[in-house]
């Protein structure tokens, strides 16, 4: 008895079936590139603080909302950890002048660290888009007829007609035949661009420096004795500002955001003044 469409034991399907174990083995993420959303220095708090959606589009702007959310994220480790830091010096009875010597290993570490994961991040994913973009060129320059099968029921599968489905498969195959498959086996428009890790791994950095810079400068104007006692409620109020921007990524409630960021980041500054009062140098 046969199977219905799509039958799984068709070779077309067998192949894609495969094609989707490798994708799964290797870890490859269906999402758009995100290069194209990347802000210039210039622009960067104009971006920040954009809309909740795109200009072009008038639609949410998805890359830019999760690209938003990672560096905010990157922002609030800055803060956060330096203040901790700080306190947990000040607790432990060290001097402002090795407090700040600690806030700066600290960020040192702290933005190669950013900067080195995003780097790493951002390079596996692009040699994993290149890898997929050489792979379609091999598969559609040895068997193109079945490529384009998979396009059909890959538009078939979407809920259209058959008719309609191979009529969109041969227009949109006939046009560009690797933009297509890449984009419904995909869901990639192309690959990011040589500098896109770069790119990334300087923000990642930036974010971070910008997120402990406060908690920095608080070191170098206040009093040693003062310190302590201001560095919690500029923290927090820097995160409220955080937490709202990272709010606008979300699409949800600001005080959700806002409460989130804020809990965790007393929460965090908390314990580390408990451990620097449980040790004295």
Known sequence: MGCSPPCPCTPSAARREGKAQGRRREGVVNRRVVNRSLPYPGHALRWLLAPRWSAETGEWDTEGDALRRELTSHANDGVISSAAILQGLLSAGATG??????????MTVGVLTSAGTAFGEASAERRSQLA??????????QA????????????????????????VAEE??????????????????????????????????????????????????????????????????????????????????????????????????????????LVTF
């Open 97 to 106: 002048h090795e407090a700040v010597i600690g806030v700066l290993a600290l």
């Open 132 to 141: 997929i973009v050489a792979d379609e060129q091999r598969r559609l320059a």
């Open 144 to 167: 193109p007829e079945e490529e384009l099968e998979e396009l059909v029921e890959h538009y078939r599968a979407k809920g259209l007609s058959d008719e309609l489905s191979r009529a």
């Open 172 to 277: 949109l195959h006939a046009k560009d035949a690797l933009a297509a498959q890449l984009d419904a086996e995909f869901d990639l428009d192309a690959p990011a661009t040589a500098w896109w890790p770069l790119r990334m791994a300087a923000y990642a950095g930036l974010a971070f420096l910008a997120g402990s810079l406060l908690p920095l400068l608080l070191s170098l104007v206040l009093p040693t004795g003062w310190i302590g006692e201001v560095t919690v409620p500029v923290v927090a109020l820097s995160l409220v500002v955080s937490g709202w921007i990272g709010s606008r990524s979300e699409h949800g409630r600001a005080w959700v955001a806002i409460l989130r960021t804020v809990v965790i980041g007393v929460v965090v500054l908390g314990i580390s003044t408990l451990a620097g009062s």
